[in-house]
């Protein structure tokens, strides 16, 4: 892959923009302050990708929460399919038995690295536990998962930015676009 010195010249199309992100994110934080209201609330970030929505979400939620960082990684696949099989690369830091687990995700595509990370959560006994994506990729899903928050349900297009990448370039933009497939294919 060659390293891009122009990252916008590789998107083909915005779309979502900052604004619509920003407007999306704010109304999900008000539904979990309403939901979650009087309880013992973990967000679980799944690095790297849900890294800039962990950090824009948890400042729109009103609530005593704590956060927690996981990051996991899929082996056996290509660059650009998940494969099922999930490496935990790190862990939780703190116990969640009995707290009320959030898993914050950038992206649901096969849905297989949630419902590995879901199993895996539910044997540390918390409360409960519940899904909460920017985006849905409902095209490309090979098991169900219970998604309880979702921002955006998108088409089955190569999307990056707000944390998404290709080859760990593209995270730091910040909309959502579509890369062009010269950008991936070269
Ligand atoms: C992405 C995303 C999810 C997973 C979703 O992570 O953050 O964790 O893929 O795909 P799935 O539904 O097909 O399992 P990725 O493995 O690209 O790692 P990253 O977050 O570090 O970019």
Same mark, same amino acid.
């Given at each position: 892959?060659?390293?891009?010195?122009?990252?916008?010249?590789?998107?083909?199309?915005?779309?979502?923009?900052?604004?619509q992100i920003a407007g999306k994110v704010a109304e999900l934080g008000q539904r979990i302050?309403?939901?979650?209201?009087?309880?013992?609330?973990?967000?679980?970030?799944?690095?790297?990708?849900?890294?800039?929505?962990?950090?824009?979400?948890?400042?729109?939620?009103?609530?005593?929460?704590?956060? &927690?960082?996981?990051? %996991?990684?899929?082996?056996?696949? /290509? @660059?650009?399919?998940?494969?099922? $099989?999930? #490496?935990? *690369? !790190?862990?939780?830091?703190?116990?969640?038995?009995?707290? &009320?687990?959030?898993? %914050?995700?950038?992206?649901?595509? /096969? @849905?297989?690295?949630?419902?590995? $990370?879901? #199993?895996? *959560? !539910?044997?540390?006994?918390?409360?409960?536990?519940?899904?909460?994506?920017?985006?849905?990729?409902?095209?490309?899903?090979?098991?169900?998962?219970?998604?309880?928050?979702?921002?955006?349900?998108?088409?089955?297009?190569?999307?990056?930015?707000?944390?998404?990448?290709?080859?760990?370039?593209?995270?730091?933009?910040?909309?959502?676009?579509?890369?062009?497939?010269?950008?991936?294919?070269?």
């Amino acid at each position: 892959m060659k390293v891009t010195q122009d990252l916008l010249a590789d998107v083909a199309e915005v779309l979502l923009t900052e604004e619509q992100i920003a407007g999306k994110v704010a109304e999900l934080g008000q539904r979990i302050s309403a939901d979650y209201a009087g309880r013992e609330l973990t967000l679980v970030s799944v690095l790297k990708g849900s890294l800039p929505f962990m950090a824009d979400l948890m400042r729109r939620i009103s609530l005593p929460l704590r956060i &927690d960082l996981m990051e %996991v990684s899929s082996y056996g696949g /290509t @660059g650009t399919e998940s494969s099922g $099989l999930v #490496r935990i *690369l !790190k862990d939780l830091s703190a116990p969640i038995e009995g707290r &009320d687990v959030l898993l %914050v995700e950038d992206i649901i595509d /096969t @849905g297989l690295t949630l419902n590995y $990370l879901i #199993r895996y *959560l !539910k044997g540390k006994n918390p409360r409960s536990i519940k899904v909460c994506s920017l985006l849905d990729k409902p095209a490309r899903r090979l098991v169900e998962i219970p998604i309880d928050y979702v921002g955006f349900e998108i088409p089955d297009a190569f999307v990056v930015g707000y944390g998404l990448d290709f080859g760990e370039v593209y995270r730091n933009l910040r909309f959502v676009g579509v890369l062009r497939p010269e950008a991936y294919e070269s």
